[in-house]
């Protein structure tokens, strides 16, 4: 069935340390990789995405990485700042659902000064 | 500020009563989809329009249906409403219906308390 899974549920990090979060998915058909942020009762807002025809994507201190063959992928935050903290959560558009998106069940970010 | 707007941004209401949602994509976007969000939950996809048609289901109950209206705003009605119900239903917009990888962008959500 589709499915993605995100890991870890919770994530605390030292400001200027780095974070990473994964994610696996079911479909081997899934194309497309969207990261959304959300902060506390705000909407979710894409930082960051990646398509299957490529492995890596960077846009400063964010960077994705997309292993197509073990069908995972992460996301990459370099030197945390408290602004960062957050939920995150992944996605993939599975196939023959137009532009359904299955998000994973979150990571909340933890930046401590 | 994405360029999508929902109506109302809270809503409170008792079990076994009936409300209506409403979302305006960005303009240009022809889909909207449907998620709810409950309590330090995950984003659970309900039901995606393209240009007036259903266009996916997802984890949507009996109870809720939805339509998209020719001018592309929509509307989620959620019926029989139960305590559960209770979360936040955001709606998201994408420019067509997802042939292409595309980018969907969500909107401020309305949060639903069921009492």
């Known amino acids: 069935g589709e499915n993605v899974e995100q890991h870890p549920s919770t994530l605390s990090v030292q400001e200027g340390d780095s974070a990473v979060i994964k994610c696996t998915y079911s479909?081997?058909?899934?194309?497309?990789f969207p990261w959304y942020k959300q902060e506390l009762g705000k909407r979710p807002q894409l930082i960051i995405d990646i398509r299957s025809n490529v492995g890596e994507k960077k846009d400063q201190r964010i960077a994705v990485t997309l292993n197509k063959t073990a069908k995972h992928f992460s996301l990459h935050i370099t030197e945390t700042q408290p602004e960062d903290s957050a939920v995150y959560f992944c996605?993939?558009?599975?196939?023959?659902?137009?532009?359904?998106?299955?998000f994973g069940a979150g990571t909340r970010l933890a930046v401590h000064p | 500020d994405s360029g999508v707007t929902q109506t109302p941004k809270h809503l409170i209401t008792a079990t076994g009563q009936r409300v209506t949602l409403r979302c305006s994509p960005r303009s240009g976007d022809l889909s909207v989809y449907w998620y709810q969000q409950s309590l330090d939950q995950g984003l659970q996809f309900l039901i995606q329009?393209?240009?007036?048609?259903?266009?996916a289901k997802g984890n949507i109950l009996e109870r809720f249906s939805a339509q998209q209206f020719p001018d592309l705003h929509s509307e989620l009605n959620l019926s029989s409403l139960e305590l559960g119900d209770s979360a936040l239903y955001f709606c998201?917009?994408?420019?067509?219906?997802?042939?292409?990888?595309?980018?969907?962008?969500f909107g401020p959500g309305t949060r639903l308390l069921v009492l």
């Open positions: 998201a917009s994408s420019v067509s219906s997802g042939r292409s990888r595309e980018t969907q962008y």
């Open positions: 996605a993939a558009r599975f196939s023959g659902g137009y532009n359904k998106l299955i």
């Open positions: 479909d081997s058909a899934s194309n497309y």
């Open positions: 329009y393209y240009n007036g048609e259903e266009r």
